[in-house]
T-cell receptor, first 115, second 112 residues
Framework: ETGVTQTPRHLVMGMTNKKSLKCEQHLGHNAMYWYKQSAKKPLELMFVYNFKEQTENNSVPSRFSPECPNSSHLFLHLHTLQPEDSALYLC??????????????FGPGTRLTVL | KQEVTQIPAALSVPEGENLVLNCSFTDSAIYNLQWFRQDPGKGLTSLLLIQSSQREQTSGRLNASLDKSSGRSTLYIAASQPGDSATYLCAVKTGGSYIPTFGRGTSLIVHP
């Protein structure tokens, strides 16, 4: 595997379900990001982890719970979601630091539908 | 707070045309600017990254320029092809932060 991978690619869940999205980066980066992309809206940053520490929580509802066990893996735990949470969820990674380019690399996304 | 605007929002052109997509930003103290391509329902693919000290970057038929003083970047696509049809996004990282600000994108259709 190369780059940034995300599983599952598609997910349909009911409002009472609990599910998790997984992201893995094979680039040796130290920062990982979760974004939400809804139809007709710009990309919304949800969470940022730098060296496994959460450094940004962009006022995301508590029904979304991130987890970053190490610099290569990022999870997004979902529970009691609403239909308006249906969107494309994108994971990205980058290398941070004064001597790096900070170029972001994205995964293919998980298309989530909440019924 | 950095704001990024992309004009036009949508563009439809015949194959073979040379195109210019625009990205403007309000805070000129940027660290870098990155252009992405996104196909429908897919993730973002990095096209070009311009550091604040650079004026332009080229990759194949793509050329991105940066003018920090005027708060602008342009993505030039030469000899457009139907396969170039996608949404193009620019993202700006402001100095001191590794969190980018994205524009809304330009949706491009190149018809045969």
């Amino acid at each position: 595997e190369t780059g940034v991978t995300q599983t599952p690619r598609h997910l349909v869940m009911g409002m009472t379900n609990k599910k998790s999205l997984k992201c893995e980066q094979h680039l040796g980066h130290n920062a990982m990001y979760w974004y939400k992309q809804s139809a007709k809206k710009p990309l919304e940053l949800m969470f940022v982890y730098n060296f496994k520490e959460q450094t940004e929580n962009n006022s995301v509802p508590s029904r979304f719970s991130p987890e970053c066990p190490n610099s290569s893996h990022l999870f997004l735990h979902l529970h009691t979601l609403q239909p308006e949470d249906s969107a494309l969820y994108l994971c990205a990674s980058s290398q941070t630091g004064t001597n790096s380019y900070n170029e972001q690399f994205f995964g293919p996304g998980t298309r989530l539908t909440v019924l | 707070k950095q704001e990024v605007t992309q004009i036009p929002a949508a563009l439809s052109v015949p194959e073979g045309e040379n195109l210019v997509l625009n990205c403007s930003f309000t805070d000129s103290a940027i660290y870098n600017l990155q252009w992405f391509r996104q196909d429908p329902g897919k993730g973002l693919t990095s096209l070009l990254l311009i550091q604040s000290s650079q004026r332009e970057q080229t990759s194949g038929r793509l050329n991105a320029s940066l003018d920090k003083s005027s708060g602008r970047s342009t993505l030039y696509i030469a000899a457009s092809q139907p396969g170039d049809s996608a949404t193009y996004l620019c993202a700006v990282k402001t100095g001191g932060s590794y969190i980018p600000t994205f524009g809304r994108g330009t949706s491009l259709i190149v018809h045969p």
